[in-house]
């Protein structure tokens, strides 16, 4: 691994002897391909990466200094480079802020207002008993003097603290269990 590195280094030092790269053009290259890596790492949904590349492609036309107007980087490269990576940039903010705007599928924050099926009822004081929601069994207990409804009922969440959730039967079942 490390004849391979240095290798690769001596191949660099020899071609930067050959060609007059800018040191500042290289700086801004360095920057602006580190701007695009942080863009994946942190939720600046687009800033960074646009930066990046404003910042990459300014740092390329300057990175060859040479009078020969012919030896330089392509423009048609920098522009598609440009482009290609604006597009994937504006793609995956866009993504990410359609994802962010979505509501909240799990965890505590998307238990309140749930539909779970009654398992059993204890009838214990607070009213209490057994609930699947969401597919995990949980114990549940009414805020209201009312008893739960019985194995089968369908309850909603009001909220949860702790282990335990809060719930109260849902109107249609009320009904039904009344007639």
Sequence with gaps: ????LSEWLSHMSLMATFLPLDSAGLGLVVLGLGLLVAEMFL???GALGIGGII???TGALMLINSGVPAFGMPLSLLTGFAIVAALFVFGVSSVALKARKRPVVSGSEAMPGSIGVMLDATG???????ARVHGER?????ASSRELPGEGALVRVLSRHGLTLMVEALERDRQSHQH
Aim: no cysteine; proline share 9%.
């Design 1 to 4: 691994m490390k004849t391979h």
């Design 124 to 130: 214990a004081a607070p009213a209490s008993g057994w």
């Design 138 to 142: 949980w114990r549940v207990q009414t």
């Design 43 to 45: 939720p600046t949904f």
């Design 55 to 57: 910042v990459f492609s």
